[in-house]
């Protein structure tokens, strides 16, 4: 049975499809006591069996218990991906979330059986509008990519119902803004047009003067953007796009650097997102369930997806649906419901004082990174960062050819993850750091001497990194092959 | 703070290295007149009284013991080891796999989710999942529509989506802008979907349920024969994936594209998500798919491994001209999907369908014998299906609420324009519900009408 084992304990496990033996069973249902489907014509019954793996439980569990060690995830270790923003997952989170009276409730029972859950919306919504400054926020958008779709929708209404929607089409969007951005825009029938961040990396009036006039529907401003800079003259920019008709829409997927510091409604921000994955800690699960919550202004709340939940007067909760000038639903219930009760509970458990010390440790990690690494690693742009910093490989490359990604693949080997690598596209070879609040000065002090270890080996022995990775389970993936061959689902070995 | 691991020193530390003199020196790129000027500072709650708080109000919420409704939203019986394996930290806490070489778990595992979605669908190719059911059909009329180039601009949508699924539909649609919607209403009589003639040159899509909000199992593969002839593409939207036991796989039925919502196999749709859109398509259609989508290949050494591919579909690559903005997919319930059929195999699977339907089929039969109740349609179904009631049916679920039923979901409430269906539930059973369960549901049902309510 060596076959099986890479090294030590580490299994190399087939696909399941592989260790299934026809007669095998992982559950425990009652057999039926009518197994003829009287009353569907022939013609609609399955012809042929789908092709499931036969498995005990015991094997099943094994698998996936096995599959799970290839994985590295928070708790193994620091996960510096900038601006993807993985900290600590709060475990109290997780078992509020797995409580009956939320997992085993329909979503259509009526508003007197789930007064607990729309009480916990409503909290929710409100909390959220307390840190930002909206006036309204709605739980419905399944990610921060959904809530983008979900902001510029309640835009595109808001122009519409002006009568301005055949000419109102253009979108403004900086070179440091996140990539979903553009393909956002696009679903919302809007024209994305690109401006360009100013030599100090923040947007500055005069890249939007040339803008303002009766095409202008919006501008999507990241902030901090992706180099991790507060974007300053947001307030003036958007009092400018503002007199020209527009509306600014702020991607608040870097909320994290700024929660009790600034609430966005103040810099004249008209809609934004929340990313919780990113500011409230719940689970990312290797893609998601995440949640994209929308904030936004009093003038665009009448636009907001349907239903919302409303308070009574006897402090009962209800909800509604019938408004007139909603957009719909962006969701068929309410969202990701259980990430929303992860993340209400690490709120509560913060309250406003601890949200900020959230935010105040985020920032004094990175800018600790930061100086660490200022001598070994060429800082993308000299000015002040808060919660990420962005590095180039442009001086390292030069003097090595030694690039970017061979660094982040060579981290591997010391059982760090890499951090976000070649984003943003305006950064060569960009290697951009976050490491959140919850990693400790020691945990950030043994990443930084790992990457000065590195960049000295790269000087030294640069094929050693170019080689990267040794210790990992699989070496280096061949990503054009995957492109090139497409084996995208397991098919039987031909006899 | 238990989640923050600097001591006081720490702190001294590190600002004593960065070179400021205090924290708040560290946000000095803020202009002052853009700080917060008032800032939340209340206390959080220690983790005894967050506790009793978030637990007081999810008892709030009423559990029925039994569930007699799925509309979109199925409960199936989960074993434990579903939630065991999900709950585990190297899943749960893990990002997207940007770096295959410590990702291996999650990308192998997303691997064998597409190839059951396949199977279960009898198509080609699957992704990675998407958020729901609902936006997987507003994806798949997109796709349609790419696939037309723009040179076909409406789409025919059957009226026997889930309501709500039509307004999520409704919603992307008319964000993206110059694509008309004709909606397909169903027959009073069977419950099918009417199409009102040969498809023409202009429609990019058919799309109806399977089975439909009414539960009625439709002739997909007339639809499908239809929309190919008129140059459409067929759509189906799979309510309850564990129905593909017992009824044609899409693929069987010539269907081109097929979604639908994975939560009640999952075990995740408490207050209705996180949900889990699926969705597979024919071959020729992958590259206008939307989504992460898994590829085997190999490493450096020789080996078999798994990346994600065919990036070049995708907004960060593309940018504007991408397939959709979805930059993420819904992987850890994806990953409760592929536990708990694996579980099953093809044998649990079946025997889940047709437990389902037989608990459906004895509780149809008994609310039958009640004078004066019938069926709202007569097309075929399999686990969920509407009754008329001949009055009173709020006052009927109120009863059977009291007793811990949860009895179906009013119609009256999607159509409040439709007085035939003032009177009509829309109910579901699963293999949640035992024998017990179900006859007394009938015998309650039969004394509330005997009394006369």
């Known amino acids: 049975m060596t076959t099986h084992i890479h090294s030590g304990l580490l299994h190399r496990e087939p696909p399941i499809f592989e260790l299934s033996s026809p007669g095998r069973t992982g559950h425990a249902l009652p057999a039926p006591e009518n197994l003829d489907c009287e009353g569907l014509p022939g013609h609609f019954l399955r012809e042929k069996a789908p092709g499931l793996p036969e498995l005990s439980e015991v094997e099943v569990v094994r698998h996936f218990v096995r599959l799970s060690q290839w994985n590295h995830c928070i708790e193994t270790g620091m996960y510096p991906l900038g601006s993807c923003t993985m900290k600590y997952n709060p475990k109290i989170n997780d078992a509020m979330s797995g409580l009956a009276g939320f997992t085993a409730t329909h979503p259509l029972q009526e508003d007197e059986f789930v007064q607990g859950s729309l009480e916990l919306m409503y909290q929710l919504e409100s909390a959220l509008c307390r840190v930002s400054g909206f006036h309204s926020v709605t739980l419905q958008p399944s990610a921060g990519a959904n809530g983008e779709f979900t902001g510029l929708a309640l835009i595109k209404k808001a122009i519409d119902l002006r009568g301005q929607g055949a000419r109102r089409k253009k979108v403004l969007i900086p070179d440091t803004a996140h990539g979903t951005n553009p393909a956002s825009v696009v679903l919302n029938g809007f024209e994305p047009v690109l401006i360009v961040t100013g030599p100090e990396g923040v947007l500055l009036p005069d890249a939007v003067r040339p803008h303002l006039n009766d095409e202008l529907a919006a501008i999507m401003v990241t902030n901090p953007n992706t180099l991790g800079i507060f974007e300053s003259h947001l307030k003036e920019i958007s009092e400018l796009v503002h007199g020209a008709g527009g509306y600014v829409y702020m991607d608040g997927a870097n909320f994290n650097a700024i929660m009790g510091k600034v609430r966005p409604a103040d810099l004249g921000v008209d809609t934004m997102h929340f990313n919780l994955h990113k500011t409230f800690a719940t689970p990312h699960g290797g893609g998601g369930p995440g949640a994209g919550p929308v904030g936004c202004t009093e003038e665009l709340a009448p636009y907001l997806p349907v239903p919302r939940v409303l308070r009574t007067n006897e402090g009962r909760y209800r909800l509604v649906s019938e408004l007139p000038n909603t957009i719909g639903r962006v969701h068929p219930f309410f969202g990701n419901f259980s990430i929303l009760v992860r993340a209400f509970t690490y709120i509560m458990e913060n309250g406003g004082s601890g949200l900020k010390k959230v935010t105040e440790m985020a920032v004094l990690n990175a800018n600790y990174v930061r100086s660490l690494l200022k001598d070994t690693l060429t800082v993308s742009v000299d000015v002040d960062t808060l919660h990420e910093v962005v590095f180039t490989d442009r001086d390292l490359k030069k003097e090595t050819h030694v690039s970017t990604m061979d660094v982040a693949k060579r981290l591997l080997d010391f059982g760090f993850h890499p951090p976000t690598v070649y984003f943003p596209l305006i950064v060569p070879g960009a290697f951009m750091v976050e490491p959140t609040e919850t990693e400790s000065r020691i945990e950030i002090e043994n990443f930084v001497e790992t990457v000065k270890t590195i960049i000295s080996e790269a000087r030294t022995d640069p094929e050693k990194v170019i080689g990267a990775p040794y210790r990992t389970g699989v070496g280096r993936l061949d990503e054009t092959t995957a492109a090139r061959k497409r084996i995208l689902r397991w098919t039987p070995p031909q006899p | ?453």
């Open chain 2, 1 to 453: 703070m238990r989640y923050l691991p600097h001591s006081p020193h720490d702190i001294q530390h590190m600002l004593k290295t960065i070179g400021v003199e205090d924290v708040e020196e560290l946000f000095r790129s803020i202009p002052r007149d853009q700080r917060t000027e008032k800032p939340d500072e209340s206390p959080g709650l220690p983790e005894c009284q967050l506790r009793r708080y978030i637990e007081g109000l999810s008892s709030k919420n009423k559990v029925f013991c039994v569930m007699l409704a799925s509309a979109g939203a199925p409960f199936h019986a989960v074993p434990k080891a579903v939630e065991t394996i999900i709950g585990r930290s190297e899943f749960q806490t893990a990002y997207t796999p940007y770096q295959p070489e410590v990702s291996q778990g999650t990308l192998q595992a997303v691997f064998e989710f597409q190839t059951i979605v396949t199977e279960l669908m009898g198509l080609d190719v699957s992704n990675a999942s998407l958020y729901d059911g609902a936006s997987a059909v507003g994806e798949a009329l997109l796709l349609a529509l790419r696939v037309h180039k723009g040179k076909r601009r409406s789409v025919w949508v059957s009226e026997g989506l889930h309501p709500h699924a039509q307004t999520v539909i409704r919603t992307m649609l008319h964000a993206f802008g110059e694509v008309e919607i004709r909606w397909l209403p169903l027959d009073g009589k069977t419950g099918a979907t009417l199409l009102p003639g040969p498809v023409t040159s202009d429609v990019a899509a058919v799309a109806v349920g399977y089975p439909n909000f009414l539960g009625v199992v439709e002739d997909v593969a007339a639809v499908a024969v239809a929309a190919r002839q008129g140059g459409a593409l067929s759509i189906v939207s799979v309510s309850d994936p564990s129905h593909l036991a017992v009824l044609a796989s899409p693929g069987q039925l010539g269907v081109d594209i097929a979604v639908g919502e994975g939560m009640g196999i999952s075990g995740t749709g408490g207050m209705g998500g996180p949900g889990l859109g699926l969705m597979a398509v024919r071959d020729e259609y992958v590259k206008q798919m939307p989504g992460r989508i898994v590829g085997q290949t190999v490493d450096s050494r020789g080996n078999p491994g798994y990346v994600l591919t065919l990036a070049t579909r995708e907004q960060h690559i593309r940018r504007e001209k991408a397939t959709s903005n979805i930059c993420s997919n819904q992987a850890l319930v994806a990953l409760a999907f592929t536990v708990h059929m694996s579980l099953l195999g093809p044998s649990g699977l079946k025997d889940m369908a047709v437990l389902s339907r037989n608990r459906a089929m004895e509780l149809r039969r008994g609310l039958l014998e009640i004078p004066g109740v019938c069926e709202l349609v007569s097309g075929p179904v399999m686990n969920e299906f509407a009754l008329v009631f001949p009055k009173n049916a709020e006052g009927l679920r109120a009863h059977m609420a009291d007793n811990g039923i949860f009895f179906g979901v009013p119609l009256g409430r999607f159509y409040p324009d439709k007085p035939e269906y003032k009177e009509a539930i829309l109910l579901s059973a699963t293999e949640t519900a035992c024998r017990d369960d179900i006859s007394h549901t009938i015998l309650l049902a039969k004394e509330f009408y005997r009394e006369g309510k």
